[in-house]
């Protein structure tokens, strides 16, 4: 593996020893062992405030008028990051208040009123893109919505959607008893998120008639 490469985990949980931490360790892992440069940041500790109107709250340099992290977090560690694996826990059938705030803020830098929008839209473009849940409920519904966000997420900004873990767990660490072994799906998505194959054909897509080569 190319070690230039860059990984950065985003914890979307309100816990710090929670189960959707525990999943991003074993992904943070699983990177390391590849030789990747990965980072992992808990979404927490960066954002203070849900996105506003930026027509009337954006600071006359255009840069976001909210007083909290998400500046560096999102300009430092997101789009320096060729890939990026979102960890989250389900709450009401959908990702986290952080995790959806992350996605929320970003617009602040993307839009027109941003002096530097364009160079923000080309470095957001173009990452692969991993996601890791955890829930209590296994029912196989429970995370669809979430899925189909990354996906659409994925799509817009010309991004690889490579894999999902989901785990379950309730209590702190529960997630580390469950026997499908959530932990080293997280580990082996770490270690194989540049490497992974990844095919999204159309109608007029020029493919082989095999998957694998022999």
Known sequence: MDASKKLLILIGSPRRDGNSATLATAVQ?????????????LIDDYISGFLRDCRNCR???GECS???RFHSLFLDDFL???GVVFCTPVYWYGMSAQTKAFFDRTFCYYAN????????????SNKRIGLVLSSEETYPGASLGIIHQLQEYSRYTYSQFVGVVRGFGNRRGEVQR???SPELDAQ???REIF???YTDYGLDTDRSTQVWST
């Open 66 to 68: 909210i007083s909290d």
């Open 29 to 41: 892992h699983g990177a390391e062992e590849a030789g990747i440069n990965v980072s992992m940041r």
């Open 178 to 180: 469950d026997p499908s």
């Open 113 to 124: 009123s941003y002096p530097e929008s364009q160079q923000v839209l080309k470095r957001m």
């Open 59 to 61: 600071l006359p340099d």
């Open 195 to 197: 490497e992974r194959k």
């Open 188 to 190: 082996r998505l770490g």
């Open 80 to 82: 320096s990051a060729d």
